[in-house]
């Protein structure tokens, strides 16, 4: 089971469904399971995994202040996505979890949902410290949106803070470019032999 980090627009749709494919496994989309979250539950419920929703100008907020909210949602959203993995390890089906609420606490844990990882459970984030390539990414698949530099902004941030906390914890960081060679250095990555964490 690979669990595949990163903030939004570092590519990580761009490399896990090539990645699935390769290794022909399933993929899970993270937000999928917000989505489904957010459907079963009310903002009152669960004001966190709603609260992107439920605040519009979220984007006006100073950076350092929707970084702490971002972290705060991902924390909200750990108990769904230690079930899942928890599943998939009762079940033994390799999957490819992706999404940028995946923090690297979570990935190092021993257990999930009562399921012993056992070394099954690898991960890697994918970082991107550039704001510039990060307006030039959601530019590209946003087109519409125009050049979202204050989303750029807190993306490199919590990317910047997802890397930290993930070597913190001897989980791989990779960097995103060049994208050419990306999904060949992830699959390297993946199958060398393990030497620790991650």
């Known amino acids: 089971m690979l669990l595949l980090g990163g903030a939004s627009g570092t590519g990580k749709s761009r490399l896990s469904y090539p990645l699935a494919r390769r290794y022909e496994v399933p993929i899970v ?8 979250v957010q459907r079963m539950t009310t903002p009152a419920q669960q004001p966190l995994v709603h609260y992107w929703d439920t605040h519009p100008d979220a984007g006006s907020l100073p950076v350092p202040q929707v970084l702490e909210l971002q972290i705060a949602v991902a924390e909200a959203l750990r108990p769904a996505l230690e079930a899942v993995i928890g599943n998939h390890l009762e079940t033994d089906t390799p999957v490819v979890i ?14 999930f949902a009562g399921q012993a990882a056992g070394g099954r459970v690898r991960a890697v984030f994918l970082h991107e410290p550039d704001p510039g390539r990060l307006v030039a990414n959601y530019l590209e698949r946003e087109p519409d949106e125009g050049e979202q530099h204050s989303r750029a902004q807190v993306s490199a941030r919590y990317g910047d803070w997802l890397a930290a906390r993930a ?19 992830l699959c390297a990555l993946l199958d060398a032999p393990r030497g620790g964490a991650g």
């Open 29 to 36: 989309e993270v937000d999928d399971l917000v989505l489904a």
């Open 98 to 111: 992706e999404g940028d609420y995946l923090l690297p606490a979570l990935a190092a844990q021993d257990s």
């Open 167 to 185: 070597r913190e914890h001897g989980i791989p960081v990779l960097t995103a470019r060049p994208w050419t060679t990306a999904l060949d250095r």
